[in-house]
């Protein structure tokens, strides 16, 4: 502590003296400086005064003149008197200003050498100011005499008069140079405060850099760590704190997860041979018996032979790390439950070792996974008849497939074919006019073939979506249809679609939309079929939408068991775009239309 306040007063001691020292030298400076100023303001207010009188010197030369050229112009005795004695007041007022103005010139000649000029110009006045006042004395004594005679006064008059000017002039000289030197003496003043004004500014720089400057960064250091103890000193005394408030909440904490871990976990700490040590409650309320002091633990837990010594090996062998085993447990009222039972070694510093067996309960869990595989056998089976339906069905389809083509080839293709042999038959090339007619009607009759043969592989395969893609080909099929059916049916490519995918999803895609055009012709009597094609970097969209009389989608079965049920293109068509990883969905109103959307997400490339 003695130290501490050694230091203190050291310290103030040396700033005491830093900072006396410095103040003293600018107040010192100050003061002398000020000092000298007004010394020389109070020489200027003198030469200020001289210059006053100077020029005042000059008015009363002017006025001497005037008023001595009026007394001639005065009639009255008493007003001549009263002008007699303005112009002696005049004389005096004259010739004392002139006696200042040269005893001041004396005083000055004596103190500076650069007032020689006006000392100069001095003497060259006297003589016209001394002839100026002895006429004009004359003169006044020759008005008070009343020996007023102009030939006697003439000479007087003429005298003041060619002297007044002559005064004047030099006057004018001598009050220019006045102001000369009072501006020199101005400027000089003026150097003299901006060097004492540099002066004092240079000696505060000194002492910043040598005296202030090092006892701030001393202070600053002083300070900082000053700081920097207090922050540590918090810092120690926030985390001690921390500390015993973390220590308290893991005492308490603690004794919580003792307790309930002694009334909810299912433990045991046995010795190395399986002999209880100590059991939580919970676990004891479970064991076959209530006296276990000193027992081994797997004969109290009601297991088979075979968990038993599996059970007593586990705890045998451990020695050191986690053994994890699942066992069926019979508890003291009989009841069957699985447990999962963790056996740790713990190791103490006397070198012994103890077992610490912990048990979850996971009955549920093992009725759950039982539920889990009954049903997922149940699943298989269910999936496995509903495969065996679908492939049946496919297979019925695919024969009805067959049986329409076959047909629409017998009635159309095959009947036109035999059609035109009856017709090549019966040509007679005798009878060139009737032979003419059978020809046109063989040309006819071949063109038909021609068309019937294009919209029969035209339903098989279309060319266009191997050649182009799935777009042209709905583009290509939206025309044909339109053609053959008289009906209003509309292609849009919204979003310019041309990419091409792997031709199998193209082909399903495709038949999915014939599938759905075709039911909107045959069953929707609509008027106005229109197909859109839109995409966006995820999803291509094709909406097949009409104007026919709708149905109510809840008619329609989930699972048609044959054609006659009804719904089995709907249902295939939904099979096919499972297939290929794409929804359909559909929305259909009685009276108003059905829209049939397609999603399939495309792949990334």
């Not at 048990?359 to 509903?386: F, H, P, V």
Request: charged letters at 25%.
């Amino acid at each position: 502590m003695n130290k501490k306040e050694s230091l203190d007063h050291q310290t103030f001691g040396r700033l005491s003296k830093i900072y006396s020292i410095a103040l003293g030298a600018i107040a010192l400076f100050t003061i002398g400086g000020q000092f000298f100023i007004q010394q020389y303001l109070n020489s200027q207010i003198d030469d200020s005064r001289i210059i006053n009188i100077s020029g005042r010197q000059r008015m009363l030369s002017q006025k001497l003149l005037k008023d001595i050229l009026l007394l001639d112009n005065i009639e009255k005795q008493k007003t001549r008197n009263n002008a007699i004695k303005d112009l002696e007041s005049t004389i005096f007022l004259w010739r004392e200003s002139h006696e200042v103005l040269s005893r001041h010139n004396e005083t000055l000649q004596n103190k500076q050498k650069d007032s020689t000029e006006i000392h100069k110009m001095f003497s060259v006045l006297q003589p016209y100011f001394q002839k100026i006042l002895n006429n004009s004395v004359e003169i006044i004594d020759l008005y008070k005499d009343d020996t007023i005679d102009q030939k006697i006064l003439k000479p007087y008059l003429d005298e003041i008069v060619l002297n007044e000017p002559l005064f004047l002039k030099q006057m004018d000289k001598i009050v220019f140079r006045y102001e000369l030197e009072a501006q020199q003496k101005v400027s000089y003043l003026k150097k003299i405060e901006y060097l004492l004004f540099g002066l004092i500014l240079l000696i505060l720089f000194i002492e910043f850099v040598l005296l202030f400057r090092p006892v701030a960064i001393s202070i600053k250091k002083t300070i900082s760590n000053l700081l920097l103890s207090q922050r540590k000193a918090e810092e120690m005394a926030f985390k001690t704190d921390e500390l015993r408030k973390i220590q308290e909440e893991n005492i308490q904490e603690l004794s919580s997860l003792t307790k309930a871990i002694d009334q909810t976990l299912l433990y045991a700490r046995v010795d190395a041979s399986g002999s209880i040590k100590s059991l939580g409650e919970r676990f004891s309320k479970l064991l076959v018996e209530e006296n276990y002091e000193r027992k081994n633990l797997t004969d109290l837990m009601g297991l088979n032979a075979v968990q038993k010594n599996r059970l007593l090996q586990l705890i045998t062998q451990n020695k050191g790390g986690v053994f994890n085993e699942e066992f069926e447990f019979i508890t003291r009222t009989g009841n069957r439950i699985w447990l999962d039972i963790s056996i740790l070694t713990v190791f103490k510093e006397s070198g012994d070792s103890e077992r610490l067996v912990l048990c979850s309960d996971i009955s549920k869990r093992k009725e759950a996974q039982n539920e889990i595989e009954r049903l997922n056998a149940s699943n298989y089976k269910e999936k496995e008849e509903l495969q065996k339906s679908n492939a049946s069905q496919i297979v019925e389809a695919q024969e009805e497939e067959r049986k329409r083509i076959a047909k629409e080839i017998h009635d159309s293709i095959g009947q036109m074919l035999t059609a035109l042999k009856f017709n090549i038959e019966s040509i007679n090339l005798n009878n060139i006019e009737k032979t003419s007619q059978k020809i046109e009607g063989l040309k006819q009759l071949s063109q038909d073939l021609i068309q019937g043969t294009r919209i029969a592989t035209f339903n098989l395969t279309p060319p266009e979506l191997k050649d182009y893609g799935i777009s042209i080909a709905l583009q290509k099929m939206a025309k044909e249809l339109s053609k053959l059916t008289s009906k209003n049916i509309v292609f849009e490519n919204l979003s310019d679609f041309d990419h091409r995918f792997d031709s199998l999803v193209e082909t399903n895609l495709y038949r999915v939309t014939q599938e759905a055009v075709n039911n909107a012709i045959k069953y929707a009597n609509s008027s106005y079929i229109m197909i859109k094609i839109n995409h966006t970097d995820a999803v291509l969209s094709i909406i097949i939408s009409d104007n026919g009389n709708g149905f109510n989608i809840s008619d329609i079965p989930a699972k048609p068991k044959n054609n006659a049920e009804g719904g089995m293109g709907l249902f295939f068509m939904k099979e096919r775009m499972n297939y290929i990883n794409g929804r359909l969905f559909l929305n259909s109103i009685p009276g108003e239309g059905t829209r049939i959307t397609l999603n399939y997400t495309i792949p990334n490339i």
